[in-house]
């Protein structure tokens, strides 16, 4: 007898509560501390060796919901010679819903071209080269029939290669990019093959990202930093985030976002829907215990159907710069 999924009603929801988009791309409330995740070409730009980790659990008590860990480091080659021309990173990623998951390993390469004298202003071309492995664990299914053979004793996996591109500029004030992730998908195959049957897994997308975002004084000891992330697959609703954060005394940021979805490209597949538009508010804190290490906490808040059935989504993060004769810093980045 065909099998039940305890993980049905997660699937369900989440496609009544943002549409065909889903789980199928990354999603950071605390994205702008985050770039190496969504842009190839920001490898390099803190001008230090730069460790983040960031860890979110979405819709909290909601069994099979998503959960997303990321680690990423990244830094300059060759700071302060006459070829510090070129930011490595590397970042490693998994995702899981329900019997689902998804973890990935990408290689990033950016070659920063500078455009003054003082260094200040620079335009990162970046790529990503890696893999992905989808699994799908039998021990998370429940069925009727004990010993059916369709399903896994243990996990099937599969293992994708995958690419990424991105454009990055900045400016001590201002930022620009746009990225283009999960580029392999639509020529390769997430299915696991299990005593002769094929399984197919809720595989990634290829998505563009736009973003950014611009940092203005209030005074001297604060500023305002306004930001926003578009990203779109072209098929489904496009997600829009929209971000405020306080700088206060070089100690502090604290703010908040909003995210909606938005039917720009007028598909079939979400014109006359029911689908909601607002997707969720966030709060989001950042706190530097020195100025190298920094620790954030974000928490969501459904605005869609999910709201009052779940517990609100939670995302950790850290950050650590290092400094060496290779990596040192010689102003603040903001972004």
Known sequence: MYMTKKWFTVVLLLCLAAGSRAQQSVQFSQYIFNGLSINPAYAGYK???????????QWTGLEGAPRTASVSLDGPLNRGTKDANVGLGVQAMMDNLGPQSAVSLYASYSYRIRLDEEDTRRLCLGIGVGATQYGLSGKDLIYLDNGDRIIPDGSAKSTAPDARVGIYYYTPS????????DLFSKYTSSGYKWRGYTYESIKRKQHVYLTAGYMFPVNDKIYLKPSVLFKTDFAGPAGLDATLMMHIDELLWIGGSYRTNLSVFNKKSVINTSL??????????????SPKFRVGYSYDYSMNKLAGIQGGSHELSIGLLFNSKLFSTSNPRYF
């Open 47 to 57: 001008d230090v060796l730069h460790l983040n980790a960031a860890y979110r659990q």
């Open 174 to 181: 201002l930022y620009i990019g746009v990225s283009a992730l």
């Open 276 to 289: 909601d538009k607002a997707n969720a508010a966030s709060a989001i804190l950042e706190y530097y215990i």
